[in-house]
């Protein structure tokens, strides 16, 4: 199922994200946590791409194998970090061919140690370009992210809403965004509906959902 319809229906979603795991013993305990978790009835799951992108290869393993045997709605992270065009290409086509309807597009954080972040020679500097470059090759339900308390590394609020506008407009615009609250959870949603509003104004109307809310943020 595409993730922008499951939305649309009006009803709470919740999922659940997953990091792969580096040891074949990690993964299948992993699997069988999230085959444990499926009884919980999560609208998708989601896999992250890793750290510098070195996990990548068990991102697109995991989420096709967790759509294919537990019947759950995947959705694989993918990132610019260390990726070139063909690189990223062969995955989307990959995820495709096995049914995958979902990605989530981030730039990604520079590799460990990196002060700043440097695309690979093909490779994108920004996830609106990874945006554009997976609408154009592919189908797929495409999410994004936000920062409604602005990127880190956004020179200003208004700069920064600049760049969301032009990733949600890319042509059938992304279909999702999602934001990571980094306040409390009560300030953070009233910071959100304030940036909805002022993006909401220029780019007209998707999807905003939250995202990432974690156990500490949930009870204080």
Not at 51 to 76: H, K, N
Request: net charge negative; hydrophobic share 40%.
């Amino acid at each position: 199922m595409r993730i922008s319809d499951l939305y649309r229906r009006g009803e709470p979603v919740v999922s659940f994200e997953f990091f792969p795991p580096k040891s074949e013993a990690g993964y299948e305990s992993l699997y069988r946590t999230i085959a444990d978790l499926k009884q919980l009835g999560p609208g998708f799951v989601s896999v992250t791409w890793g750290a510098g992108g070195s996990t990548r290869r068990r991102t697109a393993e995991l989420v096709v194998q967790i759509q294919r045997e537990l019947g759950l709605t995947a959705m694989a992270h993918m990132t610019c970090v260390g990726a070139p065009r063909a690189e990223l290409a062969e995955t989307l086509a990959h995820l495709a061919s096995e049914g995958l309807e979902n990605v989530l597009a981030l730039r990604g954080d520079p590799p460990k140690g990196a002060a700043n972040f440097e695309a690979v020679a093909d490779g994108f500097s920004h996830a609106d370009e990874l945006v554009a470059f997976v609408r154009a090759n592919t189908s797929l339900c495409v999410g994004g992210a936000c920062y409604p308390e602005k990127h880190p590394e956004a020179p200003s609020a208004e700069a920064d809403l600049a760049n969301l506008v032009r990733k949600a407009q890319i042509e059938r615009t992304t279909e999702r965004l999602g934001w990571r609250p980094r306040v409390p959870l009560a300030e953070g949603i009233r910071r959100t509906v304030e940036f909805y509003r002022a993006l909401a104004a220029q780019a007209g109307h998707f999807q905003l959902t939250p995202v990432d809310l974690t156990c500490e943020q949930l009870t204080g």
